[in-house]
């Protein structure tokens, strides 16, 4: 079983930043992929950027050159550095991670850019 704890949501002035983090804990011995999904009021969960176990990455178009994801293996700990945050950032942020062949997901983080 793997556990995943989320933090670092909360409010951000259009432009601002947030950094959000989610440790993983439990039996494994690799987590493979992690990645950050997000999901707004009445839209359906989206991929916002995932991570490789080697460091490789991928991030969808809106995001590009504004979140930067990274993980640190000995923490079993994902980031997502969000910068220049805009108003259709504001979602539920859910982390994902893959470990013991099985997909698991966090709690989620409420992430709202408001002015």
């Known amino acids: 079983q793997v556990q995943l704890v989320e933090s670092g949501g909360g409010l951000a002035q259009p432009g601002g930043s947030l950094r959000l983090s989610c440790a993983a804990s439990?039996?494994?011995?690799?987590?493979?992929?992690m990645s950050w999904h997000r999901q707004a009021p009445g839209k359906e969960r989206e991929l916002v950027a995932g991570?490789?176990?080697?460091?490789?990455?991928n991030y969808r178009d809106s995001v590009k050159g504004r979140f930067t994801i990274s993980r640190d293996n000995a923490k079993n700990t994902v980031y997502l550095q969000m910068n220049m945050l805009k108003a259709e950032d504001t979602a539920v942020y859910f982390c994902?991670?893959?470990?013991?062949?099985?997909?698991?997901w966090g709690q989620g983080t409420q992430v709202t850019v408001s002015s």
């Open positions: 991570i490789s176990n080697v460091g490789s990455t």
């Open positions: 439990g039996s494994f011995d690799i987590i493979n992929f």
């Open positions: 994902y991670v893959i470990a013991r062949g099985r997909g698991y």
